[in-house]
Structures are given as C-alpha cells and as structure tokens.
C-alpha cells in the first residue's frame, strides 16, 4: 500500500509518495518515490497536499488514482480552493500541479474548496471511482454551511465545481 504524505502548510507545498516500505526518520523528500508540487506556471496553487485519496481508477485507465486538495487555490478568489487529480503510474517520476489530469476549481471566494477529498466508489455505477470535493465554508445557503461536490464524468482538462455531477449543502 502507498504511503502520502501533503506539507500544505509550508512556503513550498509538496505531496511524497512512497510505493515501497518507509523507515526511520524521512525529513525532507525523504526518498520519495515521486513528489507532486505547485508549478511555477500553475499561478493559483497554493496549499497542494493540504488534503489527499488515492483509491481506484477514476479516469479509466485503469490504474488507481491520487486525488489532492488546495483549500486554497486561488482562481476564482481568495482560499475559492480547489483539487488536482493525478493518474495512477507515475511512480518514478515528480509531477507538477500544472500536469495534473483534471483540476477541480472552487466556486467562491473563501469556500475553501479540497479542505477534504475523497475517492469515493462508484456511486453512479459506470464501472469507475467517483469523487467528492469539501468546501466547509460554501455558503450559497447559509453562512459558511459548506457543501460536498460530487464528480462522475471525467474529461481531461479544468471543472469548475458549478459544473459537478451534484452539490450537497
């Protein structure tokens, strides 16, 4: 079983993933086997790892995949936060939040999109993984009542959480 380990809170945020058994002291990267980090181009990631899933295939190719969360990414306003989901097998190999397959983008200012995240089952049951997104402080209800987004389509590319499958608040 993997082991993730997310920084989130750090001036240069980073998630390890270790495929292989882990001891002792691992400061650092640790020797991870790969790194996910906020690329340079990727101007709106702040706090990738603040959150993290892996669970089963959720884009079809049949490999598990890891799904990371940015409470405060910051396309749609200030901590709008937001999600990253990365394909299985690239173990070996960093990946920058900008060569994530999908990314998930919050709906409001200070919703905090990917406080937590979740690969969920197949709650639609089209043979794939599904995914829940939290935004604690949404508060298109009531004042920061917060909300789940679910995701069961996937598409390559930027979603806006306007878009998901369904809103729980």
């Known amino acids: ?12 945020p980073w998630v390890s993933v270790f495929a292989s058994p882990v001891y002792g002291n691992i400061g650092g990267y640790g020797g991870a086997d790969a790194i996910i980090y906020c690329a340079a181009a990727d101007i709106a990631c702040t706090y990738i ?3 993290l899933a892996k669970g089963e295939d959720f884009d079809g190719d049949g ?4 799904l990371v969360g940015d409470k405060h990414r910051h396309t749609y306003g200030s901590e709008a936060g937001g999600a990253y989901l990365f394909p299985g097998g690239f173990l070996g190999s ?3 939040s900008d060569e994530a397959h999908l990314i998930l983008e919050g709906e409001h200012e200070g919703d905090k999109a ?13 043979g794939l993984q ?17 909300a789940m987004y679910l995701i069961t389509d996937y598409t390559p590319g930027q979603l806006e ?5 369904a809103k729980l608040v």
């Open 161 to 165: 959480l306007t878009d998901a499958t």
């Open 63 to 66: 490999l598990s995949d890891i």
């Open 49 to 51: 790892g603040h959150s």
């Open 114 to 126: 990917g406080y937590a995240v979740s690969i969920a089952g197949d709650i639609d049951g089209d």
């Open 130 to 146: 599904d995914l829940l997104i939290g935004a604690p402080f949404e508060s298109s209800v009531a004042d920061t009542s917060g």
């Open 1 to 12: 079983e993997d082991l993730m380990i997310g920084t989130g809170y750090i001036s240069y």
């Open 94 to 96: 960093d990946m920058g």
